[in-house]
């Protein structure tokens, strides 16, 4: 079974700090993703990466960015944490020669900024 | 624009009932269409995938339609019980770069 972990289930930062969630995968996917999801929001995609040290913007990166150095793991770095960066966030991985998209997801990290 | 549309209130029924949740989608032609279970405080898991060429796709209790014309997709829960509460996402791939656009999901609460 393919597993995606994160490193923190719930993370409380305070305004202006640097905020890094880490994403594992252990099974070899080459694509990556970061979503926040808000309620009545859905999921919406910040990053993705296609590839090591490869890394394409999604729908809403303003304040976000990534870090892809080795196959397995994906960061989203929050490089000023602000109050409105408030959220579930959720990395997903596919792989791309399965040809369906599918994703497989973390657990999720809920992140407050105070 | 693009759209995927889920219904967002919540739908409850009664245990033992069919549970019917609705997928609909604007300028899109999807390849296929993907549903996906999200427990509270989880991440989405995959259910099922349907491709544009198929109607029907069955995996034990759950059955997803997929009508290209009309631009929905129709997701059952027969004999539901109340270990199916949760919220149910549809998924296109759009854009290209693997990339999938999630609705913002039903959520289904089945009641003893």
């Known amino acids: 079974d393919v597993k995606v972990t994160q490193s923190s289930r719930y993370l409380v930062k305070r305004t202006g700090e640097k905020v890094f969630l880490e994403c594992v995968q252990d099974?070899?996917?080459?694509?990556m993703f970061w979503y926040r999801q808000d309620p009545g929001l859905g999921l919406r995609l910040i990053y993705f990466?296609?590839?090591?040290?490869?890394?394409e913007k999604g729908d809403i990166p303003e304040g976000y960015s990534v870090s892809r150095e080795k196959k397995e793991r994906f960061s989203l770095i929050l490089e000023s944490a602000s109050t409105n960066q408030t959220s579930m966030y959720l990395c997903?991985?596919?792989?791309?020669?399965?040809?369906?998209?599918?994703?497989?997801f973390g657990p999720g990290t809920r992140l407050t900024v105070l | 624009s693009q759209k995927i549309e889920q219904n967002s209130e919540a739908l409850n029924i009664q245990e033992g009932k069919t549970a019917t949740l609705t997928c609909n989608y604007t300028?899109?032609?999807?390849?296929?269409l993907q549903w996906y279970r999200q427990d509270p405080g989880r991440g989405p898991v995959f259910l099922l995938l349907?491709?544009?060429?198929?109607k029907e796709k069955r995996k034990e209790r759950l059955k997803v339609t997929f009508d290209t014309t009309l631009k929905q997709s129709l997701f059952h829960i027969t004999a539901s019980q109340p270990a199916d509460s949760a919220t149910y996402l549809c998924?296109?791939?759009?854009?290209?770069?693997?990339?999938?656009?999630f609705g913002t999901g039903t959520q289904l609460k089945v009641e003893l």
């Open positions: 349907i491709r544009e060429n198929e």
């Open positions: 099974m070899d996917h080459e694509n």
């Open positions: 990466s296609y590839d090591v040290k490869m890394k």
């Open positions: 998924a296109l791939a759009t854009g290209g770069g693997n990339k999938l656009t």
């Open positions: 997903a991985s596919s792989d791309p020669s399965g040809l369906t998209d599918t994703q497989y």
């Open positions: 300028n899109y032609s999807p390849a296929y």
